[in-house]
């Protein structure tokens, strides 16, 4: 309520607020209240230094703004082709392209298919499938993982999370589990 | 009146050139049994002399995006002429000075030089450290191949785990949710841009603060100097110590030279962002303590998240270099002791870390 009496104020004083900014400038005496002047120069000096602030604040918002980068549009279907059936041997493992991120595809020694997130949930390294352990590796940190996504060994705090396999004739698609 | 003697008497009626230099010439550096410290500090603004002169050289044909930027410095290393010689000296050259810039600030500490008046200089000099890793950091993304994808991509996630306000930072740095090519474009004009502007400032204010202080004598030589005047030596830094310095450039010109020639920087393999990180993939040394403490440190400490510890290490560790001499004021009588202990201390972890990091297969 205050600020709107105050704008008010500076509208219709608008020319005697330009007079008394000219006399702080020239006399470079904001402090001292002259007699017989409508609008004393300290507030005048006030309002200065308000809009100068001000200004700055507007110039520094779309700044500020521009800096942080704009949401991109999701791409993430839910669903992408992880691979074609054959591709993969038993006890191997490949990365694939699931929305923006990295994704894991395993085939077990037992031929059944596995899927889960290829983002290390320690610090989003891209993780492999090793034959040799049968266990998901991150060469970053060494963070180790099991078959079914859960962290057993290393820095991760979580588990990977794991997807959907559905397989509909020659092509193996993953969706994130319902 | 010879020619270039008109042009130096135009020039000082206008701008009195002695006065300008007197300063400089009034500058003197203490000699004693410590006096070889001295160079590493001349040393450090060599090497990034030098990393200003091949910088702009690697520029005239660096692409900065994600589908030209590996394929530009292939071209750099295979085809412009010398291309390999001045890539090679960029990266040679950011090594020795960071490791420089090191042995400066822990030369500088262990000798007290930070004690009053001299805390701004110490200052000063601190942030130079920390803007010549963050070029460090923002420099080897530039090639956009695979280890400077996963560097990258730990180095921005690492932030990212500061509570409350580390997504925004993270967000900032990438210039997205994931490491692409916005982020190579931000560290890009980081790197060539932003950085060298706070660098050549805080590099002026440091050497001003340095020319205002004079050079710092070690404790136990000032006492005794104090004891018994004549044993009070300097020699002045211009020309004396200048060409004694010059003498120290032309031989680590020459080591920069035989490292670049011999063992020219390697480009490895175009970035993927959907393939795994690679076995035994590691970042420059001097980010492998850092990366070994992340891989040593347990997933929970005591029911707290270990990587977060970890990462608020890194954060306490830098902000307490920084108020060194502070902190030593404030410890009181003990302080000399204890921040010597905390400097050995810090200085073996960085060692010993970096060292199994290292050999860690």
């Excluded at chain 1, 001292?32 to 000096?45: F, I, M, V």
């Excluded at chain 1, 791409?75 to 392209?97: C, I, Y």
């Excluded at chain 1, 699931?98 to 983002?119: C, D, H, I, N, W």
């Excluded at chain 2, 900032?172 to 004009?189: H, I, K, W, Y």
Aim: aromatic fraction near 12%; glycine fraction near 8%.
């Amino acid at each position: 309520m205050r600020l709107r009496t105050k704008r008010i104020y500076v509208f219709v004083k608008g020319e005697e607020l330009l007079m008394a900014l000219n006399d702080v400038l020239e006399t470079g005496c904001p402090l001292e209240r002259s007699a017989g002047e409508p609008l004393p120069r300290r507030s005048a000096l006030r309002i200065l230094v308000g809009s100068v602030l001000a200004s700055l604040a507007t110039m520094f918002y779309p700044i500020a703004k521009y800096i942080v980068p704009p949401q991109e549009a999701a791409a993430d279907s839910g669903e992408a082709l992880a691979g074609v059936a054959g591709e993969l041997k038993p006890n191997t493992g490949k990365t694939f392209r699931f929305g923006t991120k990295p994704a894991l595809l395993v085939r077990l020694t037992s031929g059944e298919y596995r899927s889960m997130s290829a983002v290390c949930t320690h610090l989003g390294c891209t993780v492999q499938y090793r034959s040799e352990t049968e266990q998901v590796w991150c060469a970053c940190h060494n963070g180790c993982y099991d078959l079914s996504g859960k962290n057993i060994s290393g820095p991760p705090p979580r588990g990977l999370e794991s997807y959907d396999v559905h397989v509909r004739g020659q092509e193996i698609y993953v969706t994130k589990k319902a | 009146m010879s020619a270039t003697a008109k042009v130096q008497n135009w020039i000082d009626e206008r701008l009195d050139l002695e006065e300008l230099s007197a300063p400089l010439l009034k500058k003197t550096v203490p000699i004693h049994r410590h006096s070889h410290w001295y160079f590493l500090g001349g040393l450090t603004l060599f090497f990034f002399t030098v990393q200003i002169a091949t910088g702009l050289l690697l520029l005239l044909y660096y692409r900065p995006s994600a589908n030209e930027a590996y394929e530009s410095v292939q071209r750099i290393t295979n085809q412009v002429h010398f291309g390999w010689l001045v890539r090679s000296i960029h990266a040679w050259s950011a090594n020795l000075m960071v490791l420089s810039v090191f042995a400066h600030l822990f030369s500088v500490a262990f000798y007290r030089a930070f004690r009053k008046p001299r805390e701004l200089v110490w200052m000063s000099g601190v942030l130079v450290l920390f803007l010549v890793l963050g070029f460090g950091f923002s420099g080897y993304l530039l090639p956009w191949n695979t280890r400077a994808y996963f560097a990258t991509k730990v180095g921005t996630e690492v932030p990212g785990q500061i509570p409350v306000i580390g997504h925004a930072i993270m967000l900032f740095m990438r210039g997205g949710e994931d490491v692409t090519g916005a982020t190579l474009s931000r560290f890009f004009a980081l790197h060539v841009c932003v950085l060298p502007a706070l660098a050549i400032g805080m590099v002026m204010l440091h050497l001003a603060l340095v020319q205002k202080f004079g050079i710092s004598v070690p404790a136990s030589v000032e006492r005794r100097w104090e004891s018994r005047f004549s044993r009070r030596k300097e020699i002045k830094f211009f020309p004396n110590f200048f060409l004694r310095e010059l003498i120290g450039w032309y031989f680590a010109l020459a080591v920069l030279i035989v490292l670049a020639v011999l063992l020219p920087s390697e480009l490895g393999t175009k970035a993927d962002p959907f393939a795994s990180a690679p076995p035994g993939i590691k970042p420059e040394w001097y980010f492998l303590a850092q990366f070994q403490t992340l891989r040593m440190i347990p997933s929970k400490i005591l029911g707290f998240d270990g990587e977060l510890l970890g990462i608020l290490g890194f954060g306490v560790a830098p902000g307490a270099l920084l108020l060194l001499p502070f902190v030593e004021e404030k410890l009181g009588s003990r302080g000399v002791l204890l921040v010597r202990a905390g400097l050995a201390f810090g200085l073996s972890y960085l060692i010993v870390m970096s060292v199994i990091g290292y050999l860690a297969k």
